[in-house]
């Protein structure tokens, strides 16, 4: 059990019997009555984000959440498969549980699989991958409209806003965590 006023961002609680992340939190100490915490919350199965405030003594059960370096192999339609790249032993996990991550993943990328226990409960990405255009609209010459934006699908399906100039083929840096489009490769 760990006291609200002690948490800090990237903890795992369990609450209601769902794990949750910590994102933000934040003490607050009014000029009267108790101090309370107020914290963000992100649930590890559905991404869905949740403000919450706590009494700063009140106790909630934090959870040990172990990292695994994996690689993607693949996806048969319902199942992805990644391979633990110590043990060489391989885990499938359904739709559902890649579905916030399926745009920036493709075939021999490594990722970070959480587990609880032998549970794997959640996927995070490095904050950049690179990925190809496969379809855009050409640019004009004489479009230099300075941040003028177009949309670009990439080859895992994701689409993002890419500057004018961007062309098909070209390998592009994607943010993981905002969906935008960093530099040219």
Do not use: C
Request: proline share 3%; no cysteine.
């Amino acid at each position: 059990m760990v006291q609200a006023s002690s948490f800090r961002s990237g903890m795992v609680l369990e609450l209601e019997n769902e794990l949750w992340q910590i994102s933000e939190s934040q003490l607050v100490m009014p000029g009267k009555g108790g101090a309370f915490v107020r914290a963000k919350l992100k649930h590890l199965r559905t991404g869905r984000v949740l403000e919450r405030t706590f009494r700063s003594e009140e106790k909630v059960k934090d959870v040990r959440i172990e990292k695994k370096p994996m690689q993607y192999l693949y996806n048969d339609g319902g199942h992805f498969y990644f391979m633990d790249q110590t043990t060489y032993e391989q885990i499938s996990v359904d739709h559902e549980f890649v579905s916030n991550t399926v745009n920036y993943i493709k075939e021999g990328n490594d990722v970070e699989i959480l587990f609880h226990g032998s549970v794997p409960i959640g996927i995070e990405l490095p904050f950049f991958v690179e990925l190809k255009v496969v379809k855009t609209d050409p640019g004009m010459k004489g479009d230099t409209v300075s941040g003028a934006t177009k949309s670009a699908r990439l080859e895992t399906g994701a689409v993002v806003m890419v500057p004018l100039f961007i062309q098909e083929g070209e390998v592009l840096r994607i943010d993981t965590r905002t969906n935008e489009y960093v530099e040219r490769v």
